[in-house]
């Protein structure tokens, strides 16, 4: 708890960090056993986030035998595996267009079309495991709330449309169908794909890291990994802590926004901060005037967007970006949340919902960070030489491509070609960002732009401002 100037309404016992909520309505755990000393393995596997526990997860299902190992700094699901927004979405975590360039239409459609079937294989596999994350497969709700939204909405299904999307992928809707499903104070329309799923996250990954512990995978936590060596001669690949050194076949870095801290990679992914409030269970009078029956998640058409669900239990549960970067690619690993962030997304939900502001309080904040490679292109690599791979750059839609990235690695290190392994985004290489303060200057200015813009638009600019359109270049979008 913390006290807090806010003009948000805050609830009595109001949690700021903490990790998250999705773990505080679970019971926060403290790490379990640390790595007892220097092993082998067949396959060590740095991080236990959702990356990490899918890769783990499909391996054991292939290969019981596989002696695998699993090194974590905290727990399992600490990082954006145990904070993000809860939507597992099946848009691309990169560019289609530069898929397409490197790798010609067919491949970028293909990794489309599987990351469709990956929101799919995410309930199957839940369910088949017995994991019970609150998983509903609502759909997703995107809305435009300003004329240039609504340009930018109508654009996005258009555009959509040219790479193969039909109706039954995404489809405007008209007043009756968006009002229906969901009202939202000021919506000039809305798009609805089916393409998407609600999770509760930590559920999803506590219930992850039983089952592959319950397969034979050893997880360890409390044990931060200081290096990773690649295979040289005869000696193997190589992770190293400071309770012992774990040397297997494969060595595969699981570690998305908290990338940054291992030694050689600090600019290899931006760790980009978003931020989450959560709602007190609102009354049922609140979701007789907001509908929100069917569990959709729901997104707008802001340059500086926001991200929401219905819970399981009745809140409303609301992100976007608070302070996006912190200087020298530093992360707050607690997940505390600064005050005037906290305002503005509350502000941003009653200005939506204004039925909730009698009616609830904001009862935890949290932040978190997901990684962004310089050309926003998530990416899954396997060098068969040096023994290291790494999957991750997900920015911000890791819930579902995680799991593909597991699928896509455990391909690899069996050594098959498969449909998998043919998708373009294997093997992605991008340059690095630029060192500071080059990073946090670019960074800064990039948000500065989109809030400017998005200003602009929600003062009555018809069109989209050009300001977006410089920040989109100026950030490698």
Known sequence: MTAHSSSAALADGFVNGRVSHWFDAIGLLEPGARLPGSRDADVCIVGAGYTGLWTAYYLKRERPDLRIVMLEKEFAGFGASGRNGGWIVGELAGSRDRYAR???????????????????????AAAAEGIDADVVKGGMLTVATNRAQLG?????????????????????????????????????????????????????????????????????EGTPVTAIRPRTGSAPAAATTPYGTVSAEYVIRATEGFTAGLAG??????????SMIVTTPLPAEVWDRIGWSRSELLGDMAHYYMYAQRTADGRIAFGGRGKPYRYGSKVDDAGRTQGWTVDTLWRMLTRMFPAVAPAGQVAHAWSGVLGVPRDWC?????????????????TGHGVATTNLAGRTLRDLVLRRDT??????????KVRRWEPEP??????????????????????????????????????GR
């Open 265 to 274: 990679h600090h600019r290899d992914w931006l760790p980009m901060n978003s």
């Open 419 to 428: 449909p998998l392994t043919a998708l373009p985004w294997v093997g992605w």
């Open 438 to 475: 080059l990073r946090w200057l670019g960074v800064q200015t990039m948000y500065a732009l989109y809030q400017f813009a998005d200003t602009g638009e929600t003062r009555g600019r018809a069109t989209t401002s050009p300001m977006a359109r410089f920040a989109d270049k100026l950030s």
């Open 378 to 394: 998530s990416a899954a690599v396997l060098d068969h030489t040096t023994g290291l791979g790494h999957a991750g750059g997900y």
């Open 102 to 124: 490197r790798h010609g239409r067919a491949a970028a459609v293909a990794l489309q079309r599987e990351m469709f079937g990956t929101v799919e294989e995410v309930v199957r």
């Open 152 to 220: 930018r909405l109508r654009e996005m299904v258009a555009h959509d449309a040219e790479w193969g999307w039909g109706p039954e992928d995404l489809r405007l809707l008209d007043k009756a169908e968006q009002e229906d499903r969901l009202r939202v104070d000021g919506a000039l329309g809305a798009t609805w794909s089916p393409h998407c799923a609600r999770v509760q996250p930590a559920k999803l990954a506590r219930g992850l890291a039983r089952v592959v512990t319950d397969l034979g995978v050893e997880i360890f």
